[in-house]
């Protein structure tokens, strides 16, 4: 069999197994836990006598080459889960004795094992036939990392290895440059060099935002609040600490605890929310409501708290709190499909806005949820019903549901094409029947709606992360925190260059100056770090002919335009909300 006729999975997951050999020829002592492949190559853990450095890599490296070019052979073989467990402990494997034991408890009677030249694992395969079915040059050690065995704090930390793999040198060459170009791209830094937030040790996990983050952050909440009032929705306001017993009739008590915080009051139990969702219910309930109300359209920019461990924490793309851009849609049972259909046509028009292409993903019922299997299985009929009849391609994203209803996932790809999970929307039918709600069908008899959840941006804070990478911190005009930056030649200029500032400011335009006192070389350059999207230079020419000469930092361009002209220009720009 030629190598390319494995696929990606069976070779990244072949080559966690030569990686764990390496390591063991390099540390004879380390204890193995798992190594599974993942979306851009593998990792495995370990217990190490010592801490990996960097420089541990390339030796690693270069030992699972020597690995593949022996050619060693997969083979797989069971054992009965007693002799596998004898035979774990006999080689001090005290994490994979854990796993076979904990199958043991199970009901399971045997277990599988891999063995390649003297590497033996405990695993369900596939794999190659061979080791020199691997290509030497389609993979590369990546990182070190810290990981807690079985994800629990509570238990030992490990030191896991990353590693990319695919199928050619040439797509692994591409990734690296996508990662080179990611890292310059990174949102923190530039947030940084932007004066856009910041994250500090008095709050781990929580993003402070700066006067210059907050106008972009309000500018994309006004986008919001637009598409929000275009497509029918009321926006409404529901308070972030609620009693505990609201989170056990929802069903986060049973489903969700762990990732939530919780405090006193008056002697009472409450909880800080995780979502929104349940303080629009109790809006819902607050009065009865009649058949010709609906679709009832609430939006909400609910501020939420979730229990992050600190290791998974990252920027604005992991914090413990954040603004859901969350709504909730009470419709008939008549009325489901045209309401999905609306979402989806709002999030298409929300993600072309920032010029984002997506795939859709229809997340199906996880192993914990609420809620019959019949409503389950209705519910998961009429999403697949809804993308067909749309003609939206989708694929199915087995058992990731939300634990009340299954939902659409929408993976927005970036301009150097990395994937984000952003929106979601989500079909409920259990909710309603958890909190009773009702409303007058046109019989005048009493029935339960239906409740859409939905989130399009799916957190401010997220979402302006992602924005910053796609954008490389050069802001369209619209969402820039500066639009215009003034620069005059010399001294003599400054005032022409103050009279546009106060013109352009009273008329809404947010501008900033840099006086003459450094060269006009080096205030250029400042002032291109900073990615604003227009610099105006101005000497005798601009001065006497009432213009300025205009930089867009988009594509480099240079011209001189009268100044009414720019403004007609940029403002245009900025009503529009165009890229």
Not at 53 to 69: A, C, G, V
Not at 517 to 529: A, C, D, Q, V
Not at 537 to 562: A, H, I, P
Request: aromatic content about 12%.
């Amino acid at each position: 069999m030629s190598k390319k006729e494995f696929p990606i999975e069976t070779k990244r997951h072949s080559l966690s197994h030569v990686m764990a050999q390496a390591v063991l020829e390099m540390f004879p002592e380390a204890n193995l836990a798992i190594g599974p492949d993942i979306d851009t190559g593998f990792y495995y853990d370990f217990d190490l006598p010592r801490t990996l450095i960097p420089e541990d890599l390339p030796i690693i490296e270069k030992k699972m080459k020597h690995i593949i070019k022996q050619n060693q052979k997969f083979e797989s073989y069971t054992e009965p889960v007693d002799k596998a467990i004898k035979f774990l402990k006999a080689t001090k494997q005290s994490y994979k004795v854990e796993l076979v034991s904990d199958l043991k408890k199970d009901g399971t009677k045997e277990v599988s094992f891999y063995k390649n030249g003297p590497f033996v694992d405990l695993c369900k395969g596939p794999h190659v036939d061979m080791t020199g079915n691997l290509q030497i040059g389609t993979f590369k050690l990546h990182k070190i990392a810290g990981a807690y065995w079985r994800g629990d704090e509570k238990r030992p930390m490990l030191q896991r290895i990353y590693a990319l793999a695919f199928d050619t040198k040439e797509d692994l060459d591409e990734y690296l440059r996508m990662m080179k170009e990611a890292e310059k791209r990174d949102h923190r830094k530039l947030g940084k060099e932007l004066d856009l937030y910041s994250f500090h040790e008095e709050g781990v996990g929580f993003p402070f935002w700066h006067p210059k983050g907050m106008i972009l952050r309000e500018n994309l909440v006004s986008y919001w609040r637009d598409i929000q009032k275009k497509y029918g929705y009321q926006e409404v306001n529901t308070p972030i600490i609620l009693r505990e017993e609201l989170w056990h009739q929802s069903g986060h008590w049973d489903n969700y605890k762990e990732n939530m915080y919780f405090t006193k009051i008056d002697e009472e139990d409450y909880a800080i929310k995780p979502m929104n969702c349940p303080g629009g219910i109790l809006i819902y309930k607050n009065s009865m409501h009649s058949y010709r109300e609906f679709p009832l359209r609430w939006g909400e920019l609910g501020l939420v708290h979730r229990n992050e461990l600190s290791g998974v924490l990252h920027g604005l793309f992991r914090v413990r709190s954040f603004t859901q851009d969350d709504a909730h849609i009470f419709c008939t049972k008549a009325q489901v499909k045209d309401e999905l259909k609306k979402v989806l046509e709002l999030f298409t028009e929300v993600y072309s806005k920032f010029g984002f292409e997506y795939r859709v993903e229809l997340s199906t019922r996880p192993e914990k949820y609420v809620g019959d299997l019949k409503m389950w299985d209705n519910a998961e009929k009429i999403m697949n019903e809804v993308v067909k009849e749309i003609k939206m391609d989708y694929t199915i994203n087995e058992g990731d549901g939300a634990f009340y209803g299954p939902k659409f996932d929408f993976h927005l790809k970036d301009c150097i094409g990395r994937t984000w999970q952003c929106g979601t929307c989500q079909l409920d039918f259990s909710m309603p029947e958890r909190f009773e709600m009702e409303y007058i069908n046109e019989k005048g008899e009493k029935e339960r709606p239906v409740m859409i959840h939905r989130t399009v941006l799916g957190s401010i804070e997220r979402f302006i992360g992602i924005l910053t990478e796609h954008f490389a911190g050069a802001f369209p005009s619209w969402l820039a925190p500066v639009q215009v930056v003034l620069i005059p030649v010399a001294d003599v200029h400054e005032k022409y260059a103050m009279d546009l500032k106060q013109k352009f400011f009273d008329i809404g335009i947010r501008v900033e100056f840099i006086d003459a006192s450094e060269t006009l070389g080096k205030r250029i350059r400042e002032s291109e770090k900073q990615r604003i999207p227009y610099m105006l230079v101005m000497g005798d020419n601009e001065v006497k002919g009432k213009s300025v000469t205009v930089r867009d930092y988009k594509t480099k361009d240079q011209k001189e335009m009268k100044v009414d002209k720019f403004v007609e220009m940029i403002q245009k720009e900025v009503m529009e909300r165009n890229l």
